[in-house]
């Protein structure tokens, strides 16, 4: 049969609204969540993170939320600027402390920034 | 600081040629990773090393993949031989002790096996 690529969920926003990205994790026993953003033709960037024991978690123009009872994580993004357009990925980790280095990597959400 | 810098950013070779890929992690770092990046698939973990060691090597697809960090300054993934659906990025990364997740990734090496 043939095959198909990963469809990437896609979320436009106009230039200087907010955003919100939303993720779903799968194993109740991770404890330790992070966001990376990747721009076209780059690797990965860490933007932030946060541990289980924590519900929310601020940065310069970002913040994450974590909801542990239903397994949802999102990012938001105030006032979206052209250099927020990317691939957002959540990831998961599971591990005392999140001392483990095995990260559980989401299929990512393709953000547009509208001019 | 430089970052974490992969070289070459772009290779083409043809099939059953040997690839071999580079990296320099970040100073100070003692963890490595090399992933794998495919629409298909995701983001892929193929290796892990600790302090030069190679701890975890379960994602390697077959034989035809190897890597080595003769020191903390230096990794290579190679490929012999080659194959189509090696075609991907591959990223190298590296983290610090106690921050492992923290990873800093080098731009990529996008290879193309025709």
């Known amino acids: 049969g043939e095959s198909v690529g990963l469809h990437l969920p896609t979320l436009s926003v106009q230039e200087g609204d907010n955003s919100i990205i939303n993720c779903a994790y799968s194993n109740s026993a991770s404890d330790y969540f992070i966001w990376y953003k990747q721009e076209s033709g780059k690797g990965p960037q860490f933007i932030i993170d946060?541990?289980?024991n924590m519900d929310k978690r601020q940065g310069q123009r970002v913040t994450v939320l974590l909801n542990k009872t239903v397994k949802h994580l999102s990012l938001q993004i105030a006032a979206t600027q052209p250099g927020d357009s990317a691939v957002y990925f959540c990831a998961e980790n599971i591990g005392p402390g999140g001392s483990n280095y095995q990260l559980i990597w989401g299929a990512g959400t393709k953000l547009i920034i509208k001019p | 600081d430089a970052g974490v810098i992969q070289s070459p950013r772009h290779e083409v070779t043809e099939m059953g040629q040997e690839v071999t890929l580079r990296c320099k992690p970040i100073?100070?770092?003692?963890?490595l990773f090399w992933y794998r990046q495919t629409m298909m698939r995701g983001l892929e973990l193929l290796i892990y090393?600790?302090?030069?060691?190679?701890?975890?090597d379960s994602g390697m697809p077959e034989d035809r993949f190897s890597a080595k960090m003769p020191n903390a300054s230096f990794s290579t993934l190679k490929i012999q031989p080659s194959e189509p659906r090696d075609s991907a990025v591959y990223f190298c990364?590296?983290?610090?002790?106690?921050?492992?997740?923290?990873?800093?990734f080098g731009a990529g090496t996008r290879l193309s096996v025709l």
């Open positions: 100073s100070g770092h003692n963890s």
């Open positions: 090393f600790n302090n030069n060691v190679p701890i975890d």
């Open positions: 990364a590296s983290s610090r002790q106690g921050a492992k997740n923290i990873q800093y």
């Open positions: 946060i541990r289980s």
